[in-house]
């Protein structure tokens, strides 16, 4: 187990951008995982929740999205880092609960899951199955409609205003965090308030143009959120022009560096689907094709 001294060392050479060595990566993997298989599903939270608290990670549906695989790949010139990564987030709790009455997690509900102790029954030390319950609270949504819908994500469900109601009440809850879907204020309340979704990537892929926010709770559970714009980038976006692909009658195509933003719609741009597709301006690509949120 590294010493404090070996600690200091690598927060300092990470400071200095410079990255670690395959074998400190491997080291510090282990501790954390560790420390993680000792937290539960529902990992309890006490308040205050705030910037300067101990910080409580929960997992997500984009752990080895967005290039972290090529990234390990050209800075250690082999898949070792970046499987002691996976391999890591496999043992991150699902979700967390602030004093018994915010449940929060990355996605959304489940229908498979009525109650908290439903959660807190799942084998979580896995990689995250396409469809479930696991999957269900990474990748579900609040939507317009009452009870359970089909996501156009093609994972997870949709739930209403009634279901989230329901869930609250039988659990004892008075709210319902979450993020997963950019909103441009960087937060939003939704469904009579059961749910609120709070985004904290500020100009998302260097395109979007929202804000971000952080969901502060007080000790006497008060709540305020902290906004916040991107800080200003030295390079900005290209040129913006429409291109056929895929099939998809319209496609807008921003020219940045990679990622290459794609939007697709049917109707208009605030229909549209949004996705993240690695191409070369030339027109070959290598069949990467992400959703956005």
Known sequence: MPSHGDLDRQIEQLMECKPLSEADVKALCEQARAI????????????????????????SS???????????LRKYGNANVWKHFTDLFDYLPLTALIESQI?????????????????RALDRIQEVPHEGPMCDLLW?????????????????YTFGQDVASQFNHTNGLSLVSRAHQLVMEGYNWCQDKNVVTVF??????????????????????????????PAPRQVEPDTTRLVHIFDVEFVNVVE????????????SPQCAV????????????????????
């Open 36 to 59: 993680l298989v000792e937290e539960w599903n529902v990992q309890p939270v006490k308040c205050p929740v705030t910037e300067a608290m101990r910080l409580i990670l929960i997992i």
């Open 62 to 72: 984009w752990e080895i999205m967005y290039g972290l695989y090529d990234e390990c």
């Open 103 to 119: 449940f929060c997690m990355h996605g959304g509900l489940s229908p498979s899951l009525d109650t908290l102790d439903n959660i």
């Open 140 to 156: 579900s949504d609040p939507g317009d409609r009452c009870g359970w819908g089909i996501s156009p994500r093609g994972a997870g």
């Open 200 to 229: 904290s990537a500020p100009n998302y892929c260097y395109h979007c143009g929202n804000m971000a926010a952080i969901l502060e709770i007080g000790e006497n559970m008060d709540q305020n959120f902290l906004q916040f714009d």
């Open 256 to 267: 940045s560096q990679s990622p290459i933003i794609v939007y697709i719609s049917d109707e």
């Open 274 to 293: 949004v996705f993240v597709v690695h191409f070369s301006l030339q027109g070959s690509h290598n069949n990467m094709l992400y959703p956005l949120l």
